[in-house]
């Protein structure tokens, strides 16, 4: 079978600056395709509204969705895992008792706790927020994979002291984070493609930027850190990049011999 090449999306193939992704990181796909199955891992869920079309671009032979609660082969889910109900309660009731907003985005909704933290983070970001918030609890009665967190390093570092059951693995921007129980990751996630398309660890290439791309970072049989990562990622991979705006992906291709 052929090699893996993971892709994360948000600032490894995503520019935020724009929006895009970098023509040179599409050219380098499609010129890896023939030898090799390409994956996204990402804290995403690649087949919701918000993610769809980036999916449909790069049009990967697998995907490796919210941090590993989710894993695709084409249209066939492989593995799901869904967030402990009693731990989700915990973690909700604890984020309330802090200025920091918890939850995540089910089909229409969104259920956070401190909404205004969120309705802010939009506004800077977009100049509006058109999201449609719903009491964070319902999320009980919901099939929830993984959770976002909005704020800083130290109040992601606390709430995993409180819950040593969970990953807060903080964002590039060091603004939010991911939530996702530790039995669940990236690199789990990888490992479930590698046994499903039968072939070695050590034959997968994976690329990210920030902390949720740790473990798979470590896991891959190459470690990719894009040259706007941060820097606790950079010195766990095997090469670090240039930066996503300046042919990151292309280029790293290229260093490694991957693509001529």
């Given at each position: 079978?052929?090699?893996?090449?993971?892709?994360?999306?948000?600032?490894?193939?995503?520019?935020?600056?724009?929006?895009?992704?970098?023509?040179?990181?599409?050219?380098?796909?499609?010129?890896?395709?023939?030898r090799?199955?390409?994956?996204?891992?990402?804290?995403?869920?690649?087949d919701s509204?918000?993610s769809?079309?980036?999916?449909?671009?790069?049009?990967?032979d697998?995907?490796?969705?919210?941090?590993?609660?989710?894993?695709?082969?084409?249209?066939?889910?492989?593995y799901?895992?869904?967030?402990?109900?009693?731990?989700?309660?915990?973690?909700?009731?604890?984020?309330?008792?802090?200025?920091?907003?918890?939850?995540?985005?089910?089909?229409?909704?969104?259920?956070?706790?401190?909404?205004?933290?969120?309705?802010?983070?939009?506004?800077?970001?977009?100049?509006e927020?058109?999201?449609?918030?719903a009491?964070?609890?319902?999320?009980?009665?919901?099939?929830?994979r993984?959770?976002?967190y909005?704020?800083?390093?130290?109040?992601?570092?606390a709430?995993?002291e409180?819950?040593?059951?969970?990953?807060?693995?903080?964002?590039?921007?060091?603004?939010?984070?991911?939530?996702?129980?530790?039995?669940?990751?990236?690199?789990?996630?990888?490992?479930?493609l590698?046994?499903?398309?039968?072939?070695?660890?050590?034959?997968?290439?994976?690329?990210?930027?920030?902390?949720?791309?740790?473990?798979?970072?470590?896991?891959?049989g190459?470690?990719?850190?894009?040259?706007n990562?941060?820097?606790?990622?950079?010195?766990?991979?095997?090469?670090?990049t240039?930066?996503?705006?300046?042919d990151?992906?292309?280029?790293?291709?290229?260093?490694l011999?991957?693509?001529?």
């Amino acid at each position: 079978m052929k090699p893996i090449v993971s892709f994360d999306v948000d600032m490894t193939l995503l520019d935020h600056k724009d929006w895009t992704i970098p023509d040179s990181a599409m050219e380098a796909i499609e010129r890896l395709r023939d030898r090799y199955t390409i994956v996204i891992a990402t804290g995403r869920d690649m087949d919701s509204i918000f993610s769809t079309a980036i999916r449909d671009q790069v049009r990967p032979d697998a995907i490796i969705h919210l941090n590993g609660t989710k894993v695709t082969v084409g249209e066939t889910i492989i593995y799901e895992h869904t967030f402990d109900k009693v731990l989700l309660k915990e973690v909700l009731k604890y984020a309330e008792t802090t200025p920091y907003s918890v939850g995540t985005t089910v089909g229409d909704f969104d259920y956070y706790t401190h909404p205004e933290n969120i309705k802010a983070r939009d506004i800077e970001l977009w100049g509006e927020c058109g999201r449609r918030f719903a009491e964070p609890y319902k999320l009980l009665d919901l099939e929830v994979r993984t959770m976002a967190y909005m704020g800083d390093e130290k109040g992601a570092k606390a709430m995993e002291e409180q819950f040593p059951e969970i990953h807060v693995h903080m964002f590039a921007d060091k603004k939010g984070a991911d939530v996702v129980e530790r039995k669940a990751s990236k690199a789990v996630g990888l490992v479930r493609l590698c046994e499903y398309f039968k072939i070695p660890l050590s034959e997968t290439i994976a690329f990210g930027d920030s902390m949720n791309d740790y473990d798979i970072i470590k896991a891959a049989g190459k470690g990719i850190a894009m040259g706007n990562a941060m820097e606790e990622l950079k010195r766990a991979a095997d090469y670090v990049t240039d930066p996503i705006d300046k042919d990151g992906i292309k280029n790293a291709c290229l260093h490694l011999g991957l693509i001529r």
